[in-house]
């Protein structure tokens, strides 16, 4: 089974950079970017399987980037994360069409659980 | 004394409210006794005196009339009779030459015809200038008896007529005399003088049939000698207990009263040209017992109305002021409600912030050390590498403890979606039950369910009311011991539109100091676990279905919660 494409999005640097290198250890092939303009970039020139995306960020929103990605790439899953933000923002997600969503911290095996349900569907 | 605390207000006995709240409360009800008793009582009370005295006024009136009525009737027959028989000793004296009058036959003859006619006659005579006795007819033998120096002589020669009083006469009965004068032709007069029957006529113009047995009717002379005998007041010529009234031309009506202290009524009358004054008294008591009863009547209603007129004030005013009151708590109750709404809406914001700020960086922390881990894992064996990996174990375990707590603190304030559907509660509450079923059975903690006939079902969600009783009933099984007692009872506030579902357990109780906190996030008294959350999700929640949830706790007897609900939800 070919690597699964994971584009990482959140506005905390940190956070991608240690995210997306656990990823890699498991064998996932990922993408970390901070802001919603560097995304449009990367989907220009990528295909990906799964978005993992936070809700809130500075600029423009979870749900306004995920709607801008779909256009670009109609069949991407969306997995949502909230930190900042609330329960009801997630659920709000899911209703625009993401997979799943986690709440912040999250767990890299439940992660990876949820891209790989949203990607078998 | 349950029946006292039932007519006595709160605010008597002094409950609940502050010293200064009790007064007023006691104030405004003594201001509205006060006032509503002046302006229903006063009336009354004047109408009633004003009356009062009216009545007595009239019925006074009512007394003396007859009375007066009597003497003056009586009077006027007594004075007719004496009228009547000086006319007759006139006629006489005027129609027979003095020689015929002096003639013992001839004035015999007279006598007779007198006694047949007017009756009461008992002797005539005649007297001439001198004072000397020249005829007489009678049972005495007075033929020839000087009156020169008597007074009663010198007032008929001065007046022509005279009147005497009475005295005992002839066999011992009493008499009076009346004697008349004529002027001769030429010089000098003489006097025709008759003794009469005091007692017989008199006695039956004076007693009428119909007198009253505590009435009196009798006649004394201007000394207070009696004329005539007297029921009470003295036999005949004995002076009379009753005093000699003050001298009218016309008959009088007094009030006395007896040298024996007894009051009466008199009504007297002057007989013209006699010594005689005509006595009726009566009783007062005896009068009085129409007037006495009228009163006691009058009394009996003022005082019945009056105290009648009090209960309703008294019981009006303890209605009124226990509304007022029950107004006043139930505004304080709002007052306190909102206050408390807005505290816990104003926590709730801090501890969404909170958790919004702590939960980005404890997600760096998290993916850092989970990084740490990875790499350690991934390296071969280094020295402390074991130590190591437990310690970031550890740390990531207590990432996610913080994580729990600001994911439930998220959970204490967020906006929710909510589902309607219909729900029994009932079973609603088995079902959570149902998840306890094993500790509860392991425990020997019995459930008892209390729901009146009908009850109805209601419009709310689902999950969100499993996750309030069952933190609910969590910590009611979390309080008690071995072998308690959870009540489950259901009731409908038709007045709201609602229903209130109490959970009672027989456990530990609150203290009074922990009461107010308890739906507050992070207090807890569990002394192992506990966040200290679950309450006050549970208040979030019910808050947000547009219900309310209150409690309350004795210190080693248990606690209950009350969660009300809007039967339909309808405000989010």
């Given at each position: 089974?070919?690597?699964?494409?994971?584009?990482?999005?959140?506005?905390?640097?940190?956070?991608?950079?240690?995210?997306?290198?656990?990823?890699?250890?498991?064998?996932?092939?990922?993408?970390?970017?901070?802001s919603?303009?560097?995304?449009?970039?990367?989907v220009?020139?990528?295909?990906?399987?799964?978005?993992?995306?936070?809700?809130?960020?500075?600029?423009?929103?979870?749900?306004?980037?995920?709607?801008?990605i779909?256009?670009?790439?109609p069949?991407?899953k969306?997995?949502?994360?909230?930190?900042?933000?609330?329960?009801e923002?997630?659920?709000?997600?899911?209703?625009?069409?993401?997979?799943?969503?986690?709440?912040?911290?999250?767990?890299?095996e439940d992660?990876?659980?949820?891209?790989?349900?949203?990607?078998?569907? | 004394?349950?029946?006292?605390?039932?007519?006595?207000?709160?605010?008597?006995?002094?409950?609940?409210?502050?010293?200064?709240?009790?007064?007023?409360?006691?104030?405004?009800?003594?201001?509205?006794?006060?006032?509503?008793?002046?302006?229903s009582?006063?009336?009354?009370?004047?109408?009633?005196?004003?009356?009062?005295?009216?009545?007595?006024?009239?019925?006074?009136?009512?007394?003396?009339?007859?009375?007066?009525?009597?003497?003056?009737?009586?009077?006027?027959?007594?004075?007719?009779?004496?009228?009547?028989?000086?006319?007759?000793?006139?006629?006489?004296?005027?129609?027979?030459?003095?020689?015929?009058?002096?003639?013992?036959?001839?004035?015999?003859?007279?006598?007779?015809?007198?006694?047949?006619?007017?009756?009461?006659?008992?002797?005539?005579?005649?007297?001439?200038?001198?004072?000397?006795?020249?005829?007489?007819?009678?049972?005495?033998?007075?033929?020839?008896?000087?009156?020169?120096?008597?007074?009663?002589?010198?007032?008929?020669?001065?007046?022509?007529?005279?009147?005497?009083?009475?005295?005992?006469?002839?066999?011992?009965?009493?008499?009076?005399?009346?004697?008349?004068?004529?002027?001769?032709?030429?010089?000098?007069?003489?006097?025709?003088?008759?003794?009469i029957?005091?007692?017989?006529?008199?006695?039956?113009?004076?007693?009428?049939?119909?007198?009253?047995?505590?009435?009196?009717?009798?006649?004394?002379?201007?000394?207070?000698?009696?004329?005539?005998?007297?029921r009470?007041?003295?036999?005949?010529?004995?002076?009379?207990?009753?005093a000699?009234?003050?001298?009218?031309?016309?008959?009088?009506?007094?009030?006395?009263?007896?040298?024996?202290?007894?009051?009466y009524?008199?009504?007297?009358?002057?007989?013209?040209?006699?010594?005689?004054?005509?006595?009726?008294?009566?009783?007062?008591?005896?009068?009085?017992?129409?007037?006495?009863?009228?009163?006691?009547?009058?009394?009996?209603?003022?005082?019945?109305?009056?105290?009648?007129?009090?209960?309703?004030?008294?019981?009006?005013?303890?209605?009124?002021?226990?509304?007022?009151?029950?107004?006043?708590?139930?505004?304080d109750?709002?007052?306190?409600?909102?206050?408390?709404?807005?505290?816990?809406?104003s926590?709730?914001?801090?501890?969404?912030?909170?958790?919004?700020?702590?939960?980005?960086?404890?997600?760096?922390?998290?993916?850092?050390?989970?990084?740490?881990?990875?790499?350690a894992?991934?390296?071969?064996?280094?020295?402390q590498?074991?130590?190591?990996?437990?310690?970031?174990?550890?740390?990531?375990?207590?990432?996610?403890?913080?994580?729990?707590?600001?994911?439930?603190?998220?959970?204490?304030?967020?906006?929710?979606?909510?589902?309607?559907?219909?729900?029994?509660?009932?079973?609603?509450i088995?079902?959570?039950?149902?998840?306890?079923?094993?500790?509860?059975?392991?425990?020997?903690?019995?459930?008892?369910?209390?729901?009146?006939?009908?009850?109805?079902?209601?419009?709310?969600?689902?999950?969100?009311?499993?996750?309030v009783?069952?933190?609910?009933?969590?910590?009611a099984?979390?309080?008690?011991?071995?072998?308690?007692?959870?009540?489950?009872?259901?009731?409908?506030?038709?007045?709201?539109?609602?229903?209130?579902?109490?959970?009672k357990?027989?456990?530990?109780?609150?203290?009074?100091?922990?009461?107010?906190?308890?739906?507050?996030?992070?207090?807890?008294?569990?002394?192992?676990?506990?966040?200290?959350?679950?309450?006050?999700?549970?208040?979030?929640?019910?808050?947000?279905?547009?219900?309310?949830?209150?409690?309350?706790?004795?210190?080693?007897?248990?606690?209950?919660?009350?969660?009300?609900?809007p039967?339909?939800?309808?405000?989010?």
């Amino acid at each position: 089974m070919a690597p699964l494409r994971v584009l990482l999005i959140d506005d905390e640097e940190e956070l991608v950079s240690t995210l997306v290198e656990r990823l890699m250890l498991r064998g996932i092939e990922v993408d970390g970017v901070t802001s919603g303009a560097d995304a449009f970039g990367r989907v220009q020139e990528k295909r990906f399987d799964v978005v993992v995306l936070d809700m809130k960020m500075p600029g423009m929103g979870g749900l306004e980037v995920m709607r801008r990605i779909r256009r670009e790439q109609p069949g991407v899953k969306f997995v949502l994360m909230t930190g900042r933000g609330s329960l009801e923002e997630g659920e709000e997600g899911k209703q625009e069409g993401a997979s799943a969503y986690l709440l912040k911290p999250i767990n890299i095996e439940d992660l990876i659980e949820k891209m790989m349900e949203a990607v078998r569907v | 004394m349950r029946f006292l605390r039932r007519i006595i207000p709160g605010y008597w006995a002094g409950e609940g409210d502050s010293e200064k709240d009790l007064f007023r409360y006691r104030r405004l009800w003594k201001y509205s006794v006060s006032l509503t008793a002046l302006v229903s009582l006063a009336p009354l009370v004047i109408m009633t005196v004003v009356n009062y005295y009216l009545d007595q006024k009239m019925h006074r009136v009512e007394m003396t009339h007859p009375i007066s009525q009597h003497t003056s009737n009586t009077k006027r027959s007594l004075e007719f009779f004496i009228e009547e028989r000086l006319s007759a000793l006139n006629f006489i004296i005027h129609d027979k030459p003095y020689e015929n009058l002096v003639d013992q036959k001839r004035l015999y003859a007279v006598l007779r015809n007198m006694r047949d006619s007017f009756g009461g006659f008992v002797d005539l005579g005649i007297i001439d200038a001198e004072g000397y006795q020249r005829s007489y007819v009678g049972p005495y033998e007075l033929k020839g008896k000087d009156y020169r120096d008597q007074d009663w002589f010198h007032e008929v020669s001065l007046r022509g007529l005279y009147v005497s009083n009475v005295f005992m006469g002839y066999r011992n009965f009493p008499h009076f005399v009346i004697a008349v004068k004529k002027e001769k032709a030429g010089a000098g007069f003489y006097v025709l003088r008759a003794t009469i029957d005091a007692e017989t006529p008199i006695q039956k113009i004076i007693s009428p049939m119909d007198l009253r047995p505590s009435s009196d009717v009798f006649v004394i002379n201007r000394e207070g000698v009696l004329q005539t005998s007297s029921r009470f007041h003295g036999k005949i010529l004995e002076k009379s207990s009753v005093a000699v009234p003050p001298y009218s031309s016309r008959p009088e009506v007094l009030e006395g009263h007896t040298r024996e202290g007894q009051s009466y009524l008199l009504g007297y009358a002057y007989i013209e040209q006699t010594p005689f004054i005509l006595m009726i008294v009566t009783q007062q008591q005896a009068l009085m017992q129409n007037w006495l009863s009228v009163r006691r009547d009058l009394i009996w209603f003022l005082v019945g109305s009056v105290v009648l007129i009090l209960l309703v004030i008294f019981w009006g005013s303890i209605y009124m002021v226990s509304r007022v009151r029950e107004a006043d708590l139930k505004r304080d109750a709002l007052l306190h409600n909102v206050e408390y709404t807005n505290k816990m809406a104003s926590i709730g914001r801090l501890a969404t912030g909170v958790a919004h700020e702590i939960n980005n960086p404890l997600a760096i922390i998290n993916e850092k050390a989970g990084l740490v881990k990875d790499l350690a894992l991934l390296t071969e064996d280094f020295p402390q590498k074991e130590k190591i990996i437990k310690n970031i174990d550890s740390l990531l375990t207590n990432v996610e403890r913080c994580s729990t707590i600001t994911h439930r603190l998220l959970g204490f304030a967020k906006r929710m979606d909510v589902t309607l559907e219909t729900i029994n509660l009932e079973f609603l509450i088995r079902e959570v039950l149902g998840f306890l079923e094993k500790e509860a059975s392991y425990r020997n903690i019995s459930v008892n369910f209390h729901i009146p006939e009908g009850f109805p079902s209601i419009q709310s969600d689902r999950g969100q009311l499993q996750q309030v009783f069952l933190n609910i009933i969590n910590n009611a099984f979390a309080a008690m011991k071995e072998g308690g007692r959870i009540d489950i009872s259901m009731r409908e506030e038709r007045e709201e539109d609602a229903v209130a579902v109490t959970i009672k357990d027989t456990g530990h109780g609150i203290s009074k100091e922990d009461l107010p906190h308890i739906f507050e996030p992070f207090f807890t008294t569990k002394k192992e676990g506990g966040v200290g959350l679950g309450l006050s999700i549970t208040y979030g929640i019910v808050e947000k279905l547009g219900g309310r949830i209150s409690v309350e706790s004795t210190v080693g007897h248990g606690t209950g919660f009350t969660v009300i609900l809007p039967a339909e939800k309808t405000r989010f």
